[in-house]
């Protein structure tokens, strides 16, 4: 059972007989639909709408990670992958998951029990359900959140990877917090997010974003870290993204 509790009153969500959503003792219901949990009613990601989503895999690999970042496909899948590995046996929580992409192909080879993906936007959840549902004997979550409120309970995963989804994010303390409230002592936290002054393209693309995001300030991200309650962070850099892995203390 997924350790998921309401975002109203913090009880924990138990899934309905009938399979169409889930509810707290509190009286608290939240529809599930193709595969994914409602827990943020009217709540959306702008910018990643339809069209965004359904070219996302076609694009990101060459448009984004290499053109952008500066960086290979294979720095990405390597990241997710260990994370699997530290989650083998338990629970992968994979926040601002996307369509899950770079998480799936990992997750029955490295032995993840279960996989819990968080995202804001819901047309990348949709498609992260359906390519879930393809993979014959994985349990897998998708739920409609935010970072900075999870929706689980505290301890209660064995790792967390956060794939350049953090620079959305206008309150990284809370959500780094929130990250570690969520994972067991010692669990391990794998993040790679973009920062600034490491790419004179991505320094001009974030410049020219007609929406605000909010890159890692690479000078700070170590105390950052510290702050929320992590430690042994071992930060690589390369191009415009900064690779972490961490583990909560």
């Known amino acids: 059972m997924p350790p998921l509790r309401c975002p109203a009153d913090a009880l924990p969500l138990l899934e309905d007989a009938g399979g169409a959503g889930w509810a707290c003792e509190g009286g608290h219901r939240y529809p599930e639909r193709d595969g994914v949990l409602e827990l943020l009613p009217g709540g959306h990601a702008p910018g990643f709408g ?3 989503a359904a070219t996302y895999n ?3 690999d060459l448009i984004n990670v290499r053109r952008l970042f500066g960086a290979r496909p294979r720095d990405v899948r390597e990241l997710h992958r260990d994370a699997a590995r530290a989650a083998r046996g338990g629970i992968l929580l994979d926040v601002a998951c996307g369509t899950s992409r770079w998480a799936l192909p990992h997750l029955q080879p490295e032995g993840v029990a279960t996989y819990l993906g968080v995202d804001s936007a819901m047309p990348m959840l949709r498609l992260a359900a359906r390519a879930a549902r393809r993979r014959r004997g994985l349990d897998a979550r998708l739920v409609h959140s935010e970072a900075q409120r999870l929706p689980l309970r505290e301890g209660s995963v064995d790792a967390a ?3 350049l989804g ?4 206008a309150e990284l303390p809370e959500a780094l917090a929130e990250l570690r ?3 067991r002592r010692g669990g391990g936290l794998f993040a790679v997010a973009p920062a600034l002054g490491l790419r004179a393209r ?3 693309r974030h410049q020219e974003r007609a929406r605000r995001d909010f890159p890692l300030e690479l000078a700070r991200w170590p105390a950052q870290l510290e702050a929320a309650g992590f430690d042994a962070p071992d930060v690589r850099i390369v191009g415009a993204l900064v690779f972490t892995r961490a583990r909560a203390a």
């Not at 953090?166 to 994010?169: H, I, K, P, R």
């Open 166 to 169: 953090l620079q959305f994010v």
């Open 202 to 204: 991505y320094d001009r």
């Open 181 to 183: 409230r969520v994972l």
């Open 161 to 163: 990877i956060s794939s």
């Open 50 to 52: 339809r069209l965004r």
């Open 58 to 60: 076609l694009t990101f």
